[in-house]
């Protein structure tokens, strides 16, 4: 299996900071990958697909990066709103996997 | 618009079986593949499995393969997910997923008490 080491876990920001969270796969998975938001008690949303496409309707602060191994999550300038927990999903190979999230709180 | 619709929270003793079910409109329903995702209690996603309609064509990750069936009618546009023997262990959000997440259904909270 391909194993989604996600970090930080957790990350404490204000508003208008600028956010970064990367996901390493174990082997490589080209850009077989998409970002996830997730607000309490709702489902998660796609924000990235294939590594650094931005879904349509989803805000330019957000942009994602990487191929093979290495990925990251970009968020230029945090609004209120982006507080929530993200994830990152291979789907290179089964089993798809999800890094472990990380969880963006209000300084 | 694409939906995917999930039948409602679940209250089940240990034991007992379960299905629950994700339908989905808006799209044709053969042509992309449906997973399950779970979200235990203060936990983290986890892929469950991902079947295609179009030709019942499943794949399980390791961690589920044996604990759950998934299957799908495609008649009826739903996919499904179930259990023979529930556990307290299987307390849990479920989320159906279309293809890589492009969309999901609402979540169908499973609890199991006895």
């Known amino acids: 299996d391909i194993q989604m080491t996600q970090s930080p876990s957790s990350l404490s920001a204000s508003v208008g900071d600028r956010v970064t969270i990367t996901c390493r796969a174990s082997?490589?998975?080209?850009?077989?990958l998409g970002w996830y938001q997730q607000k309490p008690g709702k489902a998660p949303k796609r924000l990235i697909y294939?590594?650094?496409s931005l879904k349509s309707g989803v805000p330019s602060r957000f942009s994602g990066s990487g191929s093979g191994t290495e990925f990251t999550l970009t968020i230029s300038s945090l609004q209120p709103e982006d507080f929530a927990t993200y994830y990152c999903?291979?789907?290179?190979?089964?089993?798809?996997?999800f890094g472990q999230g990380t969880k963006v709180e209000i300084k | 618009e694409v939906q995917l619709v999930q039948s409602g929270a679940e209250v089940k003793k240990p034991g007992e079986s379960l299905k629950i079910s994700c339908k989905g409109s808006?799209?044709?329903?053969?042509?992309?593949?449906i997973g399950w995702v779970r979200q235990m209690p203060g936990k983290g996603l986890e892929w469950m499995g991902i079947?295609?309609?179009?030709?019942?064509?499943?794949r399980y990750s390791p961690s589920f393969q044996g604990q759950v069936t998934i299957s799908a009618d495609k008649s009826i546009s739903t996919a499904y997910l179930q259990w023979s023997s529930l556990k307290a262990s299987d307390i849990a959000m479920y989320y159906c997923?279309?293809?890589?997440?492009?969309?999901w259904g609402q979540g169908t909270l499973v609890t199991v008490s006895s």
């Open positions: 294939a590594a650094s």
């Open positions: 808006g799209y044709s329903f053969t042509s992309y593949w």
């Open positions: 999903l291979q789907h290179n190979s089964y089993p798809w996997t």
């Open positions: 079947i295609y309609p179009g030709d019942s064509d499943t």
């Open positions: 997923v279309q293809g890589v997440g492009g969309y």
């Open positions: 082997q490589g998975i080209r850009n077989d």
